[in-house]
């Protein structure tokens, strides 16, 4: 993962941070708070956590497939249905 503020170009952002092989990050970011899920690609499981809670949370998969839809929110708002809070 690469980051930097926002006049960076994908040439000068910084490596701020990296995952371990088949190991995915979704991340959504603003000045207010951040929301992310991160799940391997061979994995049952997706984990979650959010700035305004202090839980992580997970939920199950199918193996091989990607939760793409989340997080749509900086708040812990996608992590319920089918989220159980750790």
Known sequence: MYGD???ATAATAAL???TSTGVSVGLLTSSLGYAVVTQ???GTKAFGSSYDSTSVFSSTVTE???LLTVPTAITSADFT???TSM
């Open 64 to 66: 091989g497939t990607a």
């Open 5 to 7: 503020k926002s006049t």
């Open 81 to 83: 249905g089918t989220w």
């Open 40 to 42: 391997h690609k061979n």
């Open 16 to 18: 701020i941070g990296k």
